[in-house]
């Protein structure tokens, strides 16, 4: 992604680091799109990246004044359960559809003619009204998978060793295992949890 602007849907522990990972590859401008405070605050201060909270501002029009065409690449972070349109809330409902486009139909919309999609966020069987013709009018590259680990496993040790990635940033609890059901049920709900360093035993060490 270097030196090409870059969106970013989804500002979990995924889409926080895919925006670390940007700034590495040298991305000239990068814009985050959450609704969570915590997520959004973390992405602006530490990352200095440009956000969006999707329900106070439009998304695909806050984009394009900030990169006007349209970013180069999108990268989808966020995953299926988040439709945003009522046809889409509704197919869902009623169990006509396992996902949702509604995200998917925002990044091709905002991604440049020629750009890249990415879709890393969970996806588990179809999703309606997918926008093919935006797709292929647009000429987009479209990939989808969940990270190939072992092909990047070198880089990554290199750049923690070196210092210039420090994935402790997205952390923002150190509990102890026993509090596992508790955190995760807090995580699920959105209340103040981006990523738990879990102790297996109780200590006192930071």
Known sequence: YGHRPAAIWGLGPIGLMAARWCQIRGAK???GIDCVPERLRLASLHLKIDTINFKEQKTVDTIFKLVPGGV???????G???ATTLLHKVERALTLETDTADILSEMFTAVRKFGNVSIIGVYTGYANHFPIGAMMEKDLTVKGGQSPTQKYWKMCLEKIDSGELDPTFIISHKLNLSDGPSAYKKFYDKDGIIKVFFRTTPTTAP
Do not use: G, L, P, S
């Open 72 to 78: 180069d690449c999108a990268i989808e972070c966020a």
């Open 80 to 82: 299926f359960e988040y």
């Open 29 to 31: 401008k990068i814009i």
